[in-house]
């Protein structure tokens, strides 16, 4: 017979049992994170425990080599599919290119080549020897590239393993209990491989690496039955914070990087290989802005400016980070970028500010021309609309309080002789001089008003006649005393000056106005240059 079921050839048929029924469960989670690397691992372990089998069932030298050669497939795929599941199922295969996966399986296919052609160079197997009497199994005499082939193993997955391993220490418990059945499961390859190439295989001439991915399977089994491994997939820290749009870096105590996602290299213009490990200083470029802000109590907000070929706004928070016991072990700084935002505001402000402004000189000139309105074009006091609404109001309010009101107005004497005799621009300046003359000397609740020509009228609440009076002697004597010069010329104007007082008078604004005006003319009759109270004495 060719073939002859052995407990080596059993042990290797149950393992492809095993696999074949992994498969199926696989095939059915096959789109979850891992799930492919893990449905070609298993097809991987099925052919090599298939092959295993047959080799160990054949009773002829040359099946046996045979089946080796084609077990040599499974048995090197097997390794590298391992890593891509751990690397995939522990979220770390961002940095997994089409060029490094490819270089991963260089040297399964140069082992599994040299195999098949192992005849012509002896590289894998330099001899063939008997088993143990009794049995059919062959013993391999291993070259050179065999030693290769099994630290290639060895390295994978122990390198897998530590994946799992570091991986399971940063999950939750369920996910801890799941990560914990796949390390189990790699640790019986590590064992077999150690025992097959050390002399210690308790079953000389079967290849126990095969045999123990049995119990690899068995575990693995056990994790998708039992623990919903690939049904409930630890969404893992690193794929947490990556999947984040916001910046995210962590610190300990000593304000040394320990963590950086994705969106901080991209916002922060950091690179995560360069930054871990340094001093918040050295690694970020805003640190100066961060370094006021970090309570060891509560999390604080601050809005940064990072300043570049396009500056950025970020706002940031940072939060303290505590254990269990409640200390201190660091801080996470999140920053969220708000430019759109902020830009926004700056150019609302802008047009705000510019609308201020706009509103500012439309008031001014609004102020401007109502003012204009009430103001005399030459001279700066009032103007005459301006003084009926004021003597109006202000004759009302004394009466209301009881208070006098005075009323004094102004003439400049022999004003057709100075326009004669200098010119309408000599006049305009001698009224102009009056005019600035009554406004520096009244208080500041006077009202001095052109009303018409070169006559002046000054409205003066809460003053009694006699102070009127003695203010208008006052400005008659100011411009005796002074000479107002045109060209080579000095004018040396005089006033005369009517005064009407309320309660003396009472027949309303136009009677005062009436009463100041007869007693100014009375001053002018008298010789003008004089000042003359209403009412008149004959």
Request: aromatic share 10%; hydrophobic share 45%; with cysteine.
């Amino acid at each position: 017979m060719a073939y002859t079921i052995n407990p080596y050839a059993l042990a290797q048929f149950v393992t492809a049992a095993i696999s074949l029924v992994l498969l199926a469960l696989v095939w059915q989670r096959r789109r979850i994170r891992g799930g492919t690397a893990l449905l070609l691992l298993f097809s991987a372990i099925l052919w090599w425990a298939i092959t295993a089998g047959l080799e160990a069932a054949a009773n002829s030298r040359e099946l046996k080599i045979f089946w080796s050669k084609l077990a040599y497939v499974g048995a090197y795929l097997s390794p590298p599919f391992f890593m891509l599941f751990s690397l995939f199922y522990t979220n770390r295969a961002f940095k997994l290119t089409w060029s490094r996966m490819v270089g991963l399986f260089i040297l399964p296919a140069t082992i599994i080549c040299l195999a098949i052609t192992n005849e012509s160079h002896g590289l894998i197997w330099s001899g063939f020897q008997p088993g143990p009497a009794g049995t059919n199994s062959l013993i391999y005499e291993h070259g050179f590239f065999f030693w290769v082939g099994i630290a290639f193993i060895f390295i994978i997955v122990f390198l897998s393993s530590f994946i799992l391993f570091t991986y399971s220490v940063k999950s939750q418990n369920l996910y801890k209990r799941q990560n914990r059945l796949v390390i189990l499961a790699s640790i019986f390859p590590i064992t077999g491989t150690i025992l097959y190439v050390s002399g210690l295989n308790p079953f000389p001439g079967l290849d126990l690496i095969p045999a123990t991915f049995m119990f690899t399977a068995a575990a693995l089994l056990a994790g998708i039955s039992r623990q919903k491994l690939l049904d409930i997939i630890p969404i893992s820290h690193e794929f947490l914070i990556d999947q984040f749009k916001d910046a995210v870096i962590v610190v300990d105590r000593d304000m040394r990087v320990i963590d950086v996602n994705k969106s901080a290299e991209s916002m922060l213009l950091v690179e995560r290989e360069s930054v871990i490990g340094k001093q918040g200083e050295k690694a970020i470029k805003s640190w100066k802005h961060l370094a006021p802000h970090f309570d060891q109590q509560s999390p604080l907000t601050i809005e940064i400016e990072q300043r570049g070929s396009l500056s950025k706004y970020l706002q940031t928070t940072i939060s303290p980070l505590k254990n269990a016991q409640s200390d201190l072990i660091g801080w996470t700084i999140v920053c969220t970028d708000v430019t759109r935002r902020k830009t926004a505001e700056i150019a609302l402000q802008k047009l705000n500010d510019r609308l201020e402004e706009q509103l500012i000189t439309v008031q001014t000139l609004q102020a401007k021309l109502k003012e204009q309105a009430i103001r005399d074009a030459l001279t700066g006091t009032f103007n005459r609309e301006y003084l009926d609404s004021t003597l109006q109001r202000e004759l009302a309010r004394a009466k209301r309080k009881g208070s006098p009101l005075s009323v004094i107005m102004i003439d400049i004497d022999c004003f057709k002789a100075i326009n004669d005799t200098y010119g309408h621009k000599a006049g305009d300046i001698v009224i102009k001089s009056v005019g600035s003359m009554l406004l520096k000397d009244s208080r500041e609740c006077d009202y001095v008003c052109r009303f018409g020509g070169d006559e002046f009228i000054v409205v003066m609440p809460e003053m009694t006649e006699a102070d009127a009076v003695k203010r208008a002697e006052k400005w008659r004597k100011l411009l005796k005393g002074k000479h107002v010069l045109f060209r080579h010329d000095a004018i040396a104007p005089t006033i005369s000056i009517g005064i009407a007082a309320y309660p003396s008078v009472d027949k309303g604004t136009q009677g005062l106005i009436d009463a100041a005006d007869r007693a100014m003319y009375a001053a002018k009759d008298s010789g003008r240059d004089q000042v003359c109270v209403f009412p008149v004495k004959e």
